[in-house]
Structure formats: structure tokens, C-alpha cells
């Protein structure tokens, strides 16, 4: 639920859920944090860690060494359709699937939240930033997004028009694997194939296939995110936090953003 500045100031153990698109700051932020005494819990280090560990170790060939400053082997799991020079990429099947493990792995992670918020003030720790990954908007569990407003204070950090356009050509120079709307994917594969003349996705340029859907994607979060954000929490420009470089200074930024009253 939204709150107000007197609110905000009142609770003494802030914990803040950090969302918005890869690429806007949530993480820098968090780390920031972290080496002044929160407690940094990353959605994405949980999901490569704990709950697709084995899955990651199965489908590689190899140990998971994933860390938070490493994320590799989890977006190679998550992997993409058809092929790229020469080198075979997933079946439509073995894609849908990782989909839907990742996605339930993520939401294992909100699940987590209050016994992770529990355990951090336990362990002397006075504020606790949930670094959540791009994708959950993409969650429609409105009772899990519910815990996790309750446990904490929902902050979209919204990028600039010329941040957005940043993470679009970054996304076209550098595409990699992503979890897509379940709604929305088989209309996209459907309209791939259809543009390029192809029968199935083993045809696809897994590398094309991403540059090509990820501006829709990313047009199809934009509104989940505000949705999250109106619902449960505050909206931040990500300017807002260029600069800071210490905890008061995050939570200044966002007390000047929260409501006198409602």
C-alpha cells in the first residue's frame, strides 16, 4: 500500500523492493547499500543459486559458479531459440520449459521475503534493500505481490527517455536471453516466423529473434511496472538517485517523492 512521508519516516527498519528494467540501477544501487550495512537480497543471484541450481548444473554440463557480479551461467540456462553461427540453440519445448521453471524460481525468491526481512534484523541489520530482476512485472500472482507490499515499499525506478533509449541499442548490440510474457510469447514467435518465412523455431537466429522482440517487450513492461508501482508503491525517476553515494541520501530521495497525505 502507498505511503505517506510521515509514514515512511516512522517505520525504523526500512525495507525497499527496488524494480524496473535491467540496466536502470537497481543492483549499483544495492550494492551501494550493502557495503554501508544493509542487507542486499538479489532476486536473480537466488533464483542462479538456490532454486535453479541443479537444473543449471544439469542442462550446462557444468558447476554452478554463478555469483552476484556473474550471472552468466543463469541467462545461458535460460538460453534461446533455434541458432546462431553454426551453434544450436533450444527446441521450442526445452525453451517454454526453462521459461516456466525461472519464473517460478522467481517467484520463490518474493515468496522468501519476509523470512529473509525475519532473519536480516535478526542478524543486526537495520534496512534491507530487495534487488527484484527485470522480469517481475511479469508476475500475475496479485497475492504474492501483496506479501511482498507489506514487507516492504515498492520503489519503480523509471528510466528517462534517453535511458530507455540506451537499454534498447544496448539491447540490440548485445542481446541475450530473457523471460518473456507468458501472454505474449506465442503471439511473438508466431509473428518472427511469419516475418521471416519460417515453419518452426529451429529456423530461427536465436540472436536475431531477440533484437527483434525486445523493443516489444520492453513496451509490454513499461505499463506492468507503473501498474505495480500506482498499486503498491512510489514512482522514482531514475535521475532522482544519480549522484548519491550514501543511504540517507536513497532515502531522502525517496521520502521527496512519497505523498504529504492521501
Excluded at 525497499?16 to 542486499?40: C, N, P, R
Excluded at 538456490?50 to 538460453?79: C, F, H, M, P, W
Excluded at 510469447?185 to 521471416?196: E, G, K, P, R, V
Excluded at 521520502?255 to 492521501?262: F, G, T
Amino acid at each position: 500500500m502507498p505511503i505517506t512521508k510521515s509514514d515512511f519516516e516512522s517505520v525504523e527498519n526500512k525495507v525497499i523492493t527496488l524494480m524496473g528494467m535491467s540496466g536502470v540501477g537497481k543492483t549499483y544501487l544495492s550494492l551501494m547499500l550493502a557495503e554501508q550495512g544493509w542487507l542486499h537480497y538479489s532476486c536473480d543471484l537466488e533464483i542462479g543459486v538456490n532454486y535453479l541450481r541443479d537444473d543449471i548444473e544439469t542442462a550446462l554440463g557444468e558447476k554452478n559458479v554463478i555469483t552476484a557480479a556473474d550471472l552468466s551461467q543463469l541467462s545461458r540456462y535460460v538460453g534461446e531459440l533455434g541458432q546462431h553461427d553454426g551453434v544450436r540453440g533450444l527446441s521450442l519445448a526445452e525453451f517454454k520449459t526453462r521459461q516456466k521453471k525461472y519464473i517460478e524460481a522467481e517467484c520463490k525468491t518474493l515468496v522468501d521475503v519476509p523470512k529473509i526481512v525475519k532473519q536480516a534484523l535478526a542478524d543486526g541489520h537495520h534496512h534491507i534493500v530487495n534487488d527484484t530482476t527485470g522480469s517481475v512485472c511479469e508476475i500475475d500472482d496479485q497475492s504474492l505481490l501483496d506479501d511482498v507490499d507489506e514487507n516492504s515499499l515498492f520503489v519503480y525506478i523509471k528510466a528517462s527517455p534517453e535511458e530507455e533509449k540506451k537499454v534498447l541499442q544496448r539491447a540490440q548490440a548485445y542481446p541475450k536471453p530473457m523471460y518473456f510474457s507468458s501472454e505474449k510469447i506465442d503471439t511473438w514467435l508466431a509473428q518472427y516466423a511469419n516475418d521471416h518465412k519460417f515453419t518452426n523455431t529451429d529456423q530461427f537466429d536465436g540472436k536475431d529473434f531477440a533484437r527483434w522482440v525486445f523493443p516489444k517487450l520492453f513496451e509490454n513492461r513499461l505499463p506492468k511496472y507503473q501498474a505495480i508501482a500506482d498499486k503498491y508503491g512510489v514512482t522514482i525517476p531514475s535521475e532522482a538517485f544519480q549522484g548519491i553515494k550514501t543511504s540517507d541520501e536513497f532515502l531522502n530521495v525517496i521520502k521527496e517523492h512519497l505523498p504529504d497525505e492521501y
